[in-house]
């Protein structure tokens, strides 16, 4: 191991140089320095309108004079379903319709998969 740690370190790229395709390895790169800016304060990190803070504390009142008009807003789209006559929206399925026909169609599609089961040893799964 201390063998190891005596010899010199081989770069990267030093079998590269040997070869005559990496002759421009051989040219001497420039120095590269990187050199960070200092920040004095925050207002030369941060723009001044970014740093908006309130001056004093917005009253409850004010607070909810400014939020009183966000309340709910009455639905203008309900009807009549012609099916049922209950109340629904407007180019929407009635919820009691939709849940009726939604049970026949699964008690079809059971009596179908019981009466191919009679019919043969393998279920046959059709979709609707």
């Not at 970014?50 to 966000?70: C, E, G």
Request: proline letters at 9%; one cysteine or more; glycine letters at 4%.
């Amino acid at each position: 191991m201390a063998a190891l740690a005596l010899q010199p370190s081989r770069s990267l790229f030093s079998g590269l140089r040997a070869s005559p395709l990496f002759r421009w390895s051989a040219l001497p790169l420039p120095a590269v320095t990187v050199a960070l800016p200092t920040i004095q304060s925050l207002l030369d990190l941060f723009p001044p309108f970014l740093l908006a803070v309130p001056k004093k504390k917005v009253s409850h009142s004010r607070k909810s004079m400014r939020s009183a008009n966000k309340g709910l807003k009455d639905k203008t789209n309900i009807v009549n379903c012609p099916g049922c006559g209950g109340a629904k929206l407007a180019h929407h399925l009635c919820p009691a319709c939709y849940s009726s026909m939604s049970r026949a169609w699964k008690a079809e599609q059971k009596e179908i998969i019981e009466v191919e089961m009679d019919d043969s040893s393998e279920p046959v799964q059709r979709r609707p």
